[in-house]
């Protein structure tokens, strides 16, 4: 490592103040990293005010976000011990993969104000846990340089932009540098009104003023190892002509389109040979229609409660759309999952997997590369108990007859 100064986060990775890890044993789980909630604790700590709210934040009043987590609450669980458990296989198969535990990383912007390079500590945690990262268009590194330094399943995120030539190009760029799926977003057409960002004056770049000054100097750690991050910006998005985070973000927000169509995915579909997921689903009819223009897997999401407030929880949408899509193809749910518990229901509701947004940013404010290793590691080891606890040997098998009818 070229730095000096070293930060020990556990017993296996060592991470010097710009981000670069080396594994010194096997994994080992740290006690700090208790829950997901533990790693929220810690990273509220350890961010500025703004850009922690910016993950942690909603749409307006927040409570479609709020019920993501809420909802999953209301589902109990009815244990049966006597059925088995002694040993338990959290495997799952999706499309080529077999992923050793439910949990998948999903898209986020802006991954690298969290931690230096933060896409790449993220996909490598999710390629050492033995499941599929996925790649947000808003990234700060590029297509080809996250897929150049990593191994394992990548999937990358893409927008129907204005400028369907943009949608293309990126979907080129991914095919080329060897992404096994495409997962393209509808649900964020037009911004989400983030009133906490309002209120702090987030932009990007952030807007210094004198409060964000005093938040910056009070989170040292977080500062210099962004200021030694050369140059964070939309790295996919940067050209000759275009290469300040100004000009980017602005094309970025001018490119959204709120007229998307269903001709839109047929094209993206005709372009795309390998798995297409539809991420933003919430209406049975939008799941089945997905599947008639040729998606190969549904994401029922609602951003994280950053997009439409009012909007359900996901899992409460998910009943209605596993039954209209009828196993045609894989249903997955992000959304306010924060414990093993969260993911064997949705399992039991009938989602094939499950996506983290937040947790994983979390992990990274905290830990880097280890520090997602530890909230997947929490996360597998919750669902292992709570299979264990209600006597089901494979997370596959699980059903509804799991939750107590209401
Ligand atoms: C900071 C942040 C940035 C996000 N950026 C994207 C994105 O670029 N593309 C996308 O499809 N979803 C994006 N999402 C939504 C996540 O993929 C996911 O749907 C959501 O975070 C799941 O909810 P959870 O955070 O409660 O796990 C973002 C979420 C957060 C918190």
Known sequence: MSDIQKYKYDDSVICNSVGECEQVDNFKPDHRFVSVDAVRTMARERLPRMVFDFADGGAETERTMRRNEEAFNKLRILPRPFNGGGSRDLSVKLFEHTLSMPVLIGPTGFAGLFWPRGELAAARAAHAAGTVYV???ASTMTIEELAKET??????????????????SFGERALASGYDALVVTIDNQVPGLRERDVRNGFVVPPRLTFKNA????????????????????????????????MALSAYMASNLDPQVSWEDIETVRREWPRKLL??????????????????????????????????????EALPAIVDAVAGRVPVLIDGGIRRGADIVRARALGATACLIGRPQLW???????????????VLRSEVDRVLALCGRERFCDVRSDLLIDL
Not at 151 to 168: E, H
Not at 232 to 239: D, E, H, K, Q, R
């Open 363 to 377: 992990g990274l404010a905290v830990g880097g590369e280890s520090g997602v290793c530890q909230v997947l590691e």
């Open 135 to 137: 790649m947000s268009h």
């Open 214 to 245: 005093i938040d910056l100097l009070a989170h040292p750690a977080w500062g210099i190892r962004m200021l030694r991050t050369p140059n964070i910006t939309f790295a996919n998005y940067a050209s000759a002509e275009r290469s300040d985070i």
């Open 278 to 315: 539809i991420k933003g689903i919430l209406h049975p009819l939008d799941a089945v229609e997905a599947i008639q223009r040729g998606a190969d897997g549904i994401i029922v999401s609602n951003h994280g409660g950053r997009q439409l407030d009012g909007a359900p929880a996901t899992i």
């Open 151 to 168: 191994q394992g399943p990548k999937w990358f995120q893409n927008f129907i932009y204005r400028d369907r030539g943009l949608t293309a």
